[in-house]
């Protein structure tokens, strides 16, 4: 089992509507979560933290389940410009190493 | 344009020839990443340096790969001999000692190899 799984996609959503997609972590260890956002051949970059208590940014929502161990990101009132592939990234205790889910292709249609 | 810098971009190559790929971090970052990212896959890490010391290089093939930052600053990673299964980009990632539990990576553009 890959320590931390994500739907592939691809999400083809309309212009703003609501979004949210989850990923599952393996390892109960697991310490810190993020979520990255990459264009296409583009290089990934931070988007958000993920914290326990939950977190919003803008029009992205965060959450954290750690009794179920997934996290998950909601996107209300999308954008065509927010279409891009959303990596889930985990870390462990006391580690700098940062493991990257497969990402989920999401695609806003006009 | 990202602040870390990595060349070539692209490199077509074929199977049994040896490429090498050379990032130079931001200035003052500590810890350096090498990531390999398959199309349509997410982002494996293959060998971490904190300064010039190796801190994770399990994921590394060694009998093929190897990487070094010398002086704890710019990092070469080198494949000999490359495999069609090594084509992917190759990202570099740095991070200020301490920032990479924050989850703030500084990703380079990426160097595409292709394997012939």
């Known amino acids: 089992r890959k320590e931390v799984e994500q739907d592939p996609g691809p999400f083809n959503v309309p212009e703003g509507a609501t979004v949210a997609f989850n990923c599952t972590y393996s390892n109960s260890a697991s310490q810190s979560f993020f979520w990255y956002r990459q264009d296409c051949r583009k290089e990934p970059k931070l988007l958000m933290s993920v914290y326990s208590s939950g977190n919003e940014d803008g029009r992205f929502t965060a959450q954290l389940n750690r009794a179920s161990q997934y996290i998950s990101l909601l996107i209300r009132d999308s954008k065509l410009s927010d279409s891009a592939t959303y990596l889930c990234?985990?870390?462990?205790?006391?580690?700098?190493?940062?493991?990257f889910g497969t990402g989920t292709r999401l695609t806003i249609i006009p | 344009e990202a602040e870390v810098a990595q060349s070539p971009r692209y490199k077509i190559t074929e199977k049994s020839q040896a490429v090498a790929f050379w990032c130079d971090p931001i200035s003052g970052h500590a810890t350096l990443y090498w990531y390999r990212q398959i199309l349509g896959q997410g982002p494996e890490l293959l060998v971490q340096f904190q300064d010039e010391s190796v801190v994770d290089d399990s994921q590394l093939p060694k009998d093929r790969f190897s990487a070094e930052r010398l002086k704890g600053v710019d990092s070469t990673l080198k494949i000999q001999p490359a495999e069609l299964g090594d084509s992917a980009m190759y990202l570099c990632?740095?991070?200020?000692?301490?920032?990479?539990?924050?989850?703030?990576?500084?990703f380079g553009e990426g160097s595409r190899l292709t394997v012939l």
């Open positions: 990632a740095s991070s200020p000692l301490g920032q990479g539990k924050t989850g703030e990576l500084f």
């Open positions: 990234v985990v870390t462990r205790f006391g580690n700098e190493k940062l493991t």
